[in-house]
């Protein structure tokens, strides 16, 4: 295992259709996070997980997006009738709750899904 | 005010200067404070944790100041390798980070 996992790296669809990423995190790591980049701005928190238990969500994260992680292994991030707003890198980190020591909490990212909606 | 503010360059540097780069955030109670790196196009990576008391690794020096609550990044003898933008991350209320929108470095030959 070395590192967490996205798929797909791109993907173009239209808008209104339904699309589907999957992150599968570093294996011992039973948090995990799912944030949105757009084109000059930093990561942008959309919801955690900690194990298999969806514990916070952002106001960012719409009626249209639903993300789970079922089994507290790999997760799905849904975006449903996509928008061009929607255009975005979509990416996952996961870390280790098992660290005590705050400062040592370090996030590794997967290398995203960029999503383009036409 | 957002989280974090990071001034957003670019900062064009020539080869062998000293940069630094500062952030600012509006969270007293925050506790965990990170500079990421980011290429163009490719996801963060850690670069270092700040620690209260200040720490270096090889050319870099991240430091805290919680009275005034900033972190800063200074990179000495810049190297072409060194261009990339610099994230600021800093922890939250519950359990997620917030970024800072970066700074963009241009290490010049």
């Known amino acids: 295992d070395t590192g967490v996992s996205q798929d797909p790296r791109h993907k173009i669809t239209k808008r209104g259709q339904n699309v589907t990423f999957r992150c599968d995190p570093i294996?011992?790591?039973?948090?995990l996070y799912w944030y949105r980049q757009t084109l000059g701005q930093g990561p942008e928190f959309l919801t955690y997980?900690?194990?298999?238990?969806?514990?916070?969500k952002s106001r960012l994260l719409s009626d249209r997006f639903s993300a789970e992680r079922p089994k507290g292994s790999f997760s799905t991030l849904e975006i449903q009738r996509t928008e061009q707003g929607d255009s975005a890198m979509y990416l996952c980190?996961?870390?280790?709750?098992?660290?005590?020591?705050?400062?040592?909490?370090?996030?590794?990212f997967g290398s995203g899904t960029r999503l383009t909606v036409v | 005010r957002k989280e974090v503010e990071q001034d957003p360059g670019p900062f064009n540097v020539p080869e062998g200067a000293t940069v630094a780069f500062n952030c600012t955030y509006s969270?007293?109670?925050?506790?965990?404070f990170f500079w990421y790196r980011q290429d163009c196009r490719k996801e963060p990576k850690l670069l270092m944790s700040?620690?209260?008391s200040g720490n270096e690794d090889g050319r870099f020096t991240a430091q805290l100041n919680r009275a005034s609550q900033y972190i800063s990044l200074l990179i000495r003898d810049s190297k072409l390798s060194d261009s990339a933008t610099y994230l600021c991350?800093?922890?939250?209320?519950?359990?997620?980070?917030?970024f800072g929108t970066g700074t963009s470095l241009t290490v010049i030959p």
């Open positions: 980190a996961s870390s280790s709750g098992h660290i005590r020591k705050e400062t040592e909490r370090q996030y590794t």
């Open positions: 294996s011992e790591h039973n948090r």
């Open positions: 997980f900690q194990n298999e238990a969806q514990l916070e």
């Open positions: 969270n007293s109670a925050s506790q965990s």
């Open positions: 700040v620690y209260s």
């Open positions: 991350v800093v922890n939250g209320t519950g359990n997620q980070f917030y």
